[in-house]
Nanobody, 127 residues
Framework: QVQLQESGGGLVQAGGSLRLSCSPS????????TAWFRQAPGKEREFVAA????????AYADSVKGRFAISRDNAKNTAYLQMNSLGPEDTAVYYC????????????????????WGQGTQVTVSS
């Protein structure tokens, strides 16, 4: 059973930066995808960013494009979400997710592509 360990959330002022980390424990396929989703109070969970471990293809929500960057370190078996120029609208619980197998590019934004989910980490941006 794969479990996802998230870290890096917290409180930051508008304009600041945070970096989230996600490390799957247990055995994972080499071609999985990792994604971040977020859920703000009273809103549905939404896609933020995703990366395929094999090839490094990425996808971003329009709302974070140019501000957030997703990456992975295969040696450390860890995915990262670097978040810059944060605004109050980015306040949410951020969830790391991982697929069991490879994910086609067109499905990277679909939460149904991901089998494993973390517990979530709170990101709060003050104005």
């Amino acid at each position: 059973q794969v479990q996802l360990q998230e870290s890096g959330g917290g409180l930051v002022q508008a304009g600041g930066s945070l970096r989230l980390s996600c490390s799957p424990s247990g055995r994972t396929a080499s071609n999985i995808a990792t994604a971040w989703f977020r859920q703000a109070p009273g809103k549905e969970r939404e896609f933020v960013a995703a990366i395929r471990w094999s090839g490094g293809h990425t996808a971003y929500a329009d709302s974070v494009k140019g501000r957030f960057a997703i990456s992975r370190d295969n040696a450390k078996n860890t995915a990262y979400l670097q978040m810059n120029s944060l605004g109050p609208e980015d306040t949410a619980v951020y969830y790391c997710s991982a697929s069991r197998w490879g994910v086609i590019l067109s499905a990277l934004r679909d939460p149904a592509s991901y089998l494993y989910w973390g517990q979530g980490t709170q990101v709060t941006v003050s104005s």
